[in-house]
């Protein structure tokens, strides 16, 4: 049986061949393309690839009569309609575990480069600028980093931190017994604790606008905010007030509410560092990834229980 799959999202060339030599992929990757396809050759697909933030919609699942798997390729799956695909017996994969490492790398980097605000200095320096003109950075040894968001990659971020002797505190569904880390009852607390605040939380409807202008308020014109989970999160409105208002000392955002679009909001704003999104992409990253895409679409198609399923 080949398996016909489509594919919704962005993936590399390597990528591509070798799903193009173990299956028949149909790639859609705009919306005008998307809808197209899904209206007249939904019943051909047995499987879609997607990330969270393109997601798979109820209405889509309908017109796939044929769908046994929807599978996101990295951690986030908020856009896909777990629910509705339950219901259909469509069963629901992501990437869990595959970019952990190169999320952290890029979230401590961000901590790092805001705290010591690169990206001023760079500017400052091209332009010559000498260091006794300039106001002295922070260290970043020593403070304290609160996590909005222990799971996987919030762990990871922890481990960075205490190689540099940072306090770590942490907010979370549940508490995380395992760890001696300070657990605080909701962001408000964790914000007034912290020095640096990180967010790597999942989106959806549970985390949206957690970090808001109450927040902010809390993390104080001394304090960072550095997000690697979903732009959802941070409401931008607040971020942008806040940074006008020097309320906060710095930011830094891999994810923003407008994805893919920049965020006009904050993008003429100082003390801003902004990546499109990279947060978890690298070629290590995306081979685990798709690796882990294609075991559970082997594992789904050969009747076992896929490695990664979402329920």
Not at 101 to 126: K, P, Q, T, Y
Not at 284 to 290: G, S
Request: hydrophobic share 45%; charged share 20%.
């Amino acid at each position: 049986m080949t398996i016909s799959v489509l594919v919704l999202c962005e993936i590399g060339a390597a990528q591509k061949a070798l799903l193009q030599q173990r299956c028949n992929p149909t790639f859609a990757l705009t919306a005008e393309d998307r809808a197209k396809v899904i209206h007249t050759r939904g019943a051909e697909f047995d499987a879609v690839l997607t990330i969270g933030l393109l997601g798979l919609r109820a209405d889509e699942m309908d017109a796939l009569p044929r769908l046994r798997l929807v599978s996101s390729m990295g951690a986030g799956y908020e856009n896909i309609d777990v629910a509705a695909a339950k219901a259909r017996g469509v069963l629901v994969t992501n990437g869990r575990g595959a970019n952990d490492e190169c999320v952290a790398d890029h979230a401590f980097g961000m901590v790092i480069a805001s705290m010591r605000n690169f990206r001023e200095l760079d500017r400052l320096c091209r332009s010559g600028v000498w260091r006794t003109s300039i106001a002295l950075p922070t260290n970043v040894s020593g403070k304290r980093l609160g996590i909005l968001g222990l799971g996987s990659v919030g762990e990871r971020i922890a481990i960075r931190a205490q190689a540099f002797r940072m306090q770590i505190g942490y907010h979370n569904r549940r508490v995380r017994p395992e760890f001696d880390y300070q657990y605080f009852e909701d962001a408000l607390t964790l914000a007034r604790w912290c020095d640096v605040l990180v967010c790597a939380m999942p989106g959806g409807a549970a985390t949206r606008h957690m970090v808001d202008e109450n927040v902010f308020r809390e993390i104080g014109p001394e304090g960072y905010l550095v997000n690697v989970g979903r732009g959802s999160i941070v409401d931008t409105q607040a971020l942008a007030a806040a940074l006008k208002s020097a309320s906060i000392a710095g930011a830094a955002l891999d994810v923003y509410e407008s994805e893919p679009a920049p965020p006009q909001e904050l993008i003429d704003l100082d003390r801003l560092l902004l990546s499109p999104h990279v947060g978890g992409w690298s070629p290590e990253a995306i081979d685990a990834q798709f690796s882990i895409f294609l075991e559970n679409l082997n594992c789904v198609f050969s009747g076992k229980d896929p490695v990664t399923a979402v329920y």
